[in-house]
T-cell receptor
Framework: GIQVEQSPPDLILQEGANSTLRCNFS?????LQWFHQNPWGQLINLFY???GTKQNGRLSATTVATERYSLLYISSSQTTDSGVYFC??????????FGQGTRLTINP | DSGVTQTPKHLITATGQRVTLRCSPR?????VYWYQQSLDQGLQFLIQ???????AKGNILERFSAQQFPDLHSELNLSSLELGDSALYFC?????????????FGEGSWLTVV
Protein backbone atom coordinates (compact mmCIF):
# COMPACT_ATOMS: atom_id res chain seq x y z
CA GLY A 1 0.00 0.00 0.00
CA ILE A 2 0.89 3.64 -0.20
CA GLN A 3 3.45 4.97 2.28
CA VAL A 4 3.29 8.42 3.85
CA GLU A 5 6.32 9.93 5.55
CA GLN A 6 6.28 13.19 7.47
CA SER A 7 9.20 15.26 8.60
CA PRO A 8 10.42 16.40 10.97
CA PRO A 9 8.87 14.15 13.64
CA ASP A 10 9.26 16.87 16.26
CA LEU A 11 9.65 20.62 16.04
CA ILE A 12 10.06 23.08 18.89
CA LEU A 13 9.84 26.79 18.14
CA GLN A 14 9.39 30.12 19.83
CA GLU A 15 6.22 32.11 19.36
CA GLY A 16 6.42 34.20 16.20
CA ALA A 17 8.63 31.80 14.28
CA ASN A 18 7.80 30.30 10.90
CA SER A 19 7.84 26.59 10.11
CA THR A 20 7.62 24.20 7.19
CA LEU A 21 6.29 20.66 7.57
CA ARG A 22 6.82 18.11 4.83
CA CYS A 23 4.83 15.10 3.66
CA ASN A 24 6.22 12.61 1.14
CA PHE A 25 4.08 9.90 -0.38
CA SER A 26 5.13 6.84 -2.33
CA UNK A 27 2.61 6.80 -5.18
CA UNK A 28 0.14 8.99 -7.02
CA UNK A 29 -2.82 10.16 -4.95
CA UNK A 30 -6.19 11.70 -5.62
CA UNK A 31 -6.81 13.10 -2.17
CA LEU A 32 -4.43 14.78 0.24
CA GLN A 33 -5.49 16.46 3.44
CA TRP A 34 -3.66 18.18 6.27
CA PHE A 35 -5.03 17.94 9.80
CA HIS A 36 -4.14 19.50 13.12
CA GLN A 37 -4.72 17.38 16.21
CA ASN A 38 -4.95 19.68 19.19
CA PRO A 39 -3.97 18.74 22.75
CA TRP A 40 -7.57 17.66 23.41
CA GLY A 41 -7.39 15.09 20.64
CA GLN A 42 -9.60 16.82 18.11
CA LEU A 43 -8.64 16.31 14.45
CA ILE A 44 -9.24 19.55 12.62
CA ASN A 45 -9.25 19.84 8.85
CA LEU A 46 -6.73 22.36 7.60
CA PHE A 47 -6.58 21.77 3.85
CA TYR A 48 -7.90 19.51 1.15
CA UNK A 49 -5.08 19.86 -1.35
CA UNK A 50 -4.38 17.02 -3.82
CA UNK A 51 -2.47 19.54 -5.95
CA GLY A 52 -1.65 23.22 -6.10
CA THR A 53 -1.42 25.86 -3.39
CA LYS A 54 -3.94 27.11 -0.86
CA GLN A 55 -3.79 29.69 1.89
CA ASN A 56 -5.88 30.21 4.99
CA GLY A 57 -4.70 33.02 7.22
CA ARG A 58 -1.27 32.22 8.63
CA LEU A 59 -1.34 28.73 7.14
CA SER A 60 -0.66 27.72 3.59
CA ALA A 61 -0.06 24.44 1.82
CA THR A 62 1.45 23.33 -1.45
CA THR A 63 1.22 19.92 -3.06
CA VAL A 64 3.43 18.95 -5.99
CA ALA A 65 1.68 15.78 -7.06
CA THR A 66 4.17 14.93 -9.82
CA GLU A 67 7.00 14.89 -7.27
CA ARG A 68 4.89 13.25 -4.56
CA TYR A 69 5.21 15.72 -1.74
CA SER A 70 3.24 18.34 0.10
CA LEU A 71 4.37 21.18 2.35
CA LEU A 72 2.50 22.93 5.14
CA TYR A 73 3.70 26.41 6.07
CA ILE A 74 2.87 28.05 9.37
CA SER A 75 3.85 31.69 9.75
CA SER A 76 4.05 33.80 12.90
CA SER A 77 3.41 30.77 15.10
CA GLN A 78 1.19 31.07 18.16
CA THR A 79 1.04 28.78 21.19
CA THR A 80 -2.38 27.59 19.99
CA ASP A 81 -0.67 26.12 16.93
CA SER A 82 0.89 23.46 19.16
CA GLY A 83 -0.19 19.89 18.55
CA VAL A 84 0.36 17.18 15.99
CA TYR A 85 0.04 17.84 12.28
CA PHE A 86 -0.97 14.94 10.09
CA CYS A 87 -0.85 14.49 6.37
CA UNK A 88 -3.23 11.87 4.94
CA UNK A 89 -3.62 10.60 1.38
CA UNK A 90 -5.96 8.42 -0.65
CA UNK A 91 -5.45 6.28 -3.72
CA UNK A 92 -8.52 5.60 -5.81
CA UNK A 93 -11.59 5.47 -3.61
CA UNK A 94 -9.76 3.85 -0.74
CA UNK A 95 -9.47 5.14 2.79
CA UNK A 96 -7.24 7.94 3.99
CA UNK A 97 -3.79 6.70 4.95
CA PHE A 98 -2.13 8.84 7.60
CA GLY A 99 1.48 9.68 8.15
CA GLN A 100 2.97 9.44 11.63
CA GLY A 101 2.63 13.17 12.16
CA THR A 102 4.84 16.10 13.14
CA ARG A 103 4.60 17.17 16.77
CA LEU A 104 4.86 20.95 16.93
CA THR A 105 5.51 22.74 20.20
CA ILE A 106 5.32 26.53 20.26
CA ASN A 107 6.82 28.08 23.38
CA PRO A 108 5.80 31.55 24.58
CA ASP B 1 -17.35 21.98 14.68
CA SER B 2 -16.96 19.46 11.84
CA GLY B 3 -20.63 18.42 11.89
CA VAL B 4 -19.74 14.80 12.70
CA THR B 5 -21.16 13.78 16.08
CA GLN B 6 -19.77 10.96 18.17
CA THR B 7 -21.06 9.54 21.43
CA PRO B 8 -19.99 8.83 24.07
CA LYS B 9 -17.00 11.15 24.38
CA HIS B 10 -15.43 9.12 27.16
CA LEU B 11 -15.98 5.53 28.22
CA ILE B 12 -14.33 3.39 30.88
CA THR B 13 -15.10 -0.29 30.92
CA ALA B 14 -13.67 -3.58 32.14
CA THR B 15 -11.90 -6.27 30.18
CA GLY B 16 -14.25 -8.75 28.57
CA GLN B 17 -17.06 -6.25 28.23
CA ARG B 18 -18.79 -4.97 25.09
CA VAL B 19 -19.35 -1.35 24.10
CA THR B 20 -21.05 0.48 21.25
CA LEU B 21 -19.78 3.74 19.82
CA ARG B 22 -22.20 5.85 17.83
CA CYS B 23 -21.62 8.27 14.98
CA SER B 24 -23.85 10.72 13.12
CA PRO B 25 -22.27 11.93 9.88
CA ARG B 26 -22.49 15.45 8.48
CA UNK B 27 -25.79 16.25 6.85
CA UNK B 28 -25.76 14.91 3.29
CA UNK B 29 -22.67 12.73 3.73
CA UNK B 30 -23.12 9.14 2.59
CA UNK B 31 -19.74 7.70 3.60
CA VAL B 32 -18.76 6.91 7.17
CA TYR B 33 -15.29 5.82 8.23
CA TRP B 34 -14.02 4.47 11.54
CA TYR B 35 -10.42 4.96 12.70
CA GLN B 36 -8.55 3.88 15.80
CA GLN B 37 -5.75 5.96 17.27
CA SER B 38 -3.51 4.37 19.84
CA LEU B 39 -0.17 5.63 21.11
CA ASP B 40 1.91 2.96 19.42
CA GLN B 41 -0.06 2.46 16.19
CA GLY B 42 -0.98 5.94 15.06
CA LEU B 43 -4.21 6.47 13.13
CA GLN B 44 -5.41 3.15 11.74
CA PHE B 45 -8.31 2.73 9.35
CA LEU B 46 -10.89 0.20 10.52
CA ILE B 47 -13.83 0.22 8.12
CA GLN B 48 -15.84 2.33 5.68
CA UNK B 49 -19.54 2.31 4.83
CA UNK B 50 -21.21 4.02 1.92
CA UNK B 51 -24.97 4.49 1.96
CA UNK B 52 -25.49 1.50 4.21
CA UNK B 53 -23.08 -0.91 2.57
CA UNK B 54 -19.58 -1.88 3.60
CA UNK B 55 -17.15 -0.33 1.13
CA ALA B 56 -13.66 -0.99 2.51
CA LYS B 57 -12.14 -2.88 5.39
CA GLY B 58 -8.88 -2.18 7.15
CA ASN B 59 -7.23 -3.57 10.23
CA ILE B 60 -10.44 -4.33 12.05
CA LEU B 61 -10.35 -7.18 14.56
CA GLU B 62 -12.93 -9.97 14.40
CA ARG B 63 -14.10 -8.87 17.86
CA PHE B 64 -15.12 -5.55 16.32
CA SER B 65 -18.06 -4.98 14.01
CA ALA B 66 -19.82 -2.02 12.53
CA GLN B 67 -22.89 -1.10 10.57
CA GLN B 68 -24.50 1.91 8.92
CA PHE B 69 -28.22 2.31 9.32
CA PRO B 70 -30.81 3.62 6.81
CA ASP B 71 -30.66 7.07 8.43
CA LEU B 72 -26.88 6.93 7.74
CA HIS B 73 -25.74 6.95 11.34
CA SER B 74 -23.21 4.28 12.18
CA GLU B 75 -22.27 2.18 15.16
CA LEU B 76 -18.98 0.48 16.00
CA ASN B 77 -19.35 -2.50 18.33
CA LEU B 78 -16.33 -3.62 20.32
CA SER B 79 -16.62 -6.91 22.19
CA SER B 80 -14.49 -9.08 24.48
CA LEU B 81 -12.51 -5.96 25.24
CA GLU B 82 -8.81 -6.19 26.06
CA LEU B 83 -6.49 -3.66 27.67
CA GLY B 84 -4.91 -3.06 24.26
CA ASP B 85 -8.22 -1.83 22.85
CA SER B 86 -7.86 1.34 24.89
CA ALA B 87 -7.64 4.07 22.29
CA LEU B 88 -9.29 7.10 20.74
CA TYR B 89 -11.87 5.99 18.18
CA PHE B 90 -12.75 8.43 15.43
CA CYS B 91 -15.66 8.50 13.09
CA UNK B 92 -15.39 10.51 9.89
CA UNK B 93 -17.69 11.24 6.99
CA UNK B 94 -17.59 12.49 3.42
CA UNK B 95 -20.10 13.28 0.70
CA UNK B 96 -19.00 10.43 -1.52
CA UNK B 97 -16.00 8.12 -1.38
CA UNK B 98 -12.54 9.07 -0.22
CA UNK B 99 -11.51 10.16 -3.71
CA UNK B 100 -12.14 13.80 -4.46
CA UNK B 101 -14.00 14.52 -1.24
CA UNK B 102 -12.94 16.23 1.95
CA UNK B 103 -13.22 13.87 4.89
CA UNK B 104 -14.34 15.40 8.19
CA PHE B 105 -13.62 13.86 11.57
CA GLY B 106 -15.68 13.84 14.74
CA GLU B 107 -14.21 14.66 18.13
CA GLY B 108 -13.60 11.02 18.92
CA SER B 109 -14.59 8.60 21.65
CA TRP B 110 -11.98 7.94 24.30
CA LEU B 111 -12.17 4.28 25.36
CA THR B 112 -10.31 3.09 28.42
CA VAL B 113 -10.36 -0.62 29.21
CA VAL B 114 -9.33 -1.46 32.79
Amino acid sequence: GIQVEQSPPDLILQEGANSTLRCNFSDSVNNLQWFHQNPWGQLINLFYIPSGTKQNGRLSATTVATERYSLLYISSSQTTDSGVYFCAVTQGAQKLVFGQGTRLTINP
Amino acid sequence: DSGVTQTPKHLITATGQRVTLRCSPRSGDLSVYWYQQSLDQGLQFLIQYYNGEERAKGNILERFSAQQFPDLHSELNLSSLELGDSALYFCASSRGGASGNTIYFGEGSWLTVV
